[in-house]
């Protein structure tokens, strides 16, 4: 099986952790408990990123790839759909305002941070209660920062401390972790209460990640059928708001999962390649823009007046179908802003 073959089952992946973030955030503001513990999914995007990341830059940078070069197209990988929901999230805003249900200079000084992917790590109006984002904006939007904080640093470790055994970085980062859960709580990096602690949080998984992708190749195959009962776990864990369960799904049953779908054979040109393609083309558009979408569509009444459930339901359609979209056109604004940025930094 060629190596690349065995990334189309992190796309697969990758597509339902976002969903199941989407149902989270969509139960969270409807009301309804569901998904309860989607947010292990962003520790299992971080694992998929240090795997992606490694496998794709490690040896260039190694090579000789200069920092500049480095951040300019993980910059552009991720810029284009961030700004695009911080774009729909500023024309919620626009249109409460208008309805006098929010001020708008409340938000209008935090736009410039927002625009240069900064955090707002201070407590301000929430769109959930008892949630202070530090991207209030587009409050998924701080795993971005965190993202381009992390591949900063794994340009560092590669380019500084290439002798040094990546398992020292990873146990370091573990015990940072379990500190920062000590101090700020087992879920953290996203409100201004326990923003610090996302940075071993983000560390420790996306070296987990990058310590796992020299191994990926060495995995035996495994039937693409395994991947069913992976994703019913999966769905069963998130199900479940216990402490125990959620520590042991952030440490080993999602590490598990996510090696499980690297090793997952998927055939080509078959229905499952073209489903997990589909899956991993909408996540990055659908993780970033799927708030924002579903606070506009709760300005119209016919919305509001649907049950919780059929706002949840309805709601992800639409997300998925306006992520599906911006998927289409995503890998030619990356390309648009990769070479303006050369071209000014040339």
């Known amino acids: 099986m060629r190596p690349e073959n065995r990334l189309i089952g992190l796309d697969g992946l990758r597509g339902c952790l976002a969903i199941a973030v989407v149902l989270h955030h969509f139960g969270q503001i409807s009301g309804i408990a569901l998904m309860g513990a989607a947010w292990l999914s962003v520790d299992a995007f971080f694992i998929l990123s240090g795997i992606v990341v490694g496998n794709s830059y490690e040896k260039r940078v190694l090579a000789g790839m200069c920092f500049r070069e480095f951040l300019i197209i ?159 776990f999966v769905a069963l864990l998130f199900s479940f708001r216990n402490n125990i369960l959620m520590f042991l799904g952030m440490f080993l049953f999602m590490p598990l999962v996510v090696g499980v779908f690297c090793a997952v054979n998927v055939p080509g040109s078959s229905i499952v390649e073209y489903v997990f393609r589909f899956l991993g083309n909408i996540s990055f558009p659908l993780y970033i823009t799927h708030f924002p979408v579903f606070k ?12 919780s459930i059929e706002r949840v339901i309805f709601g992800l359609l639409i997300s998925v179908g306006v992520a599906y979209f911006l998927s289409i056109y995503e890998s030619g604004m990356r390309n648009y802003l990769s070479k303006m940025l050369m071209r000014f930094h040339a």
């Open 74 to 232: 993980r910059f552009s990988r991720l810029y284009p759909m961030y700004f695009i929901g911080l774009m729909l999230g500023l024309l919620h805003l626009l249109v409460e305002s208008f309805r006098g249900g929010i001020n708008w200079a409340d938000y209008l000084f935090r736009l410039p941070l927002a625009l240069m992917v900064i955090p707002y790590p201070f407590d301000m109006k929430a769109f959930i209660p008892g949630n202070t984002p530090v991207f209030p904006i587009n409050d998924p939007a701080w795993s971005l920062f965190f993202e381009l904080f992390v591949s900063v640093f794994f340009f560092l470790i590669v380019v500084f401390f290439r002798g040094v055994s990546r398992i020292y970085f990873l146990f370091a980062s573990f015990v940072t972790l379990l500190v920062a859960i000590h101090l700020f709580g087992i879920s953290n990096g996203y409100s201004s209460s326990n923003f610090l602690g996302g940075f071993p949080r983000v560390v420790f998984f996306f070296l987990l990640g990058y310590f796992f992708y020299p191994k990926v190749r060495l995995l035996p195959r495994l039937n693409v059928l395994i991947a069913m009962p992976c994703l019913v």
């Open 296 to 307: 506009l569509l709760l300005i119209f009444d016919p919305f509001v007046r649907c049950s």
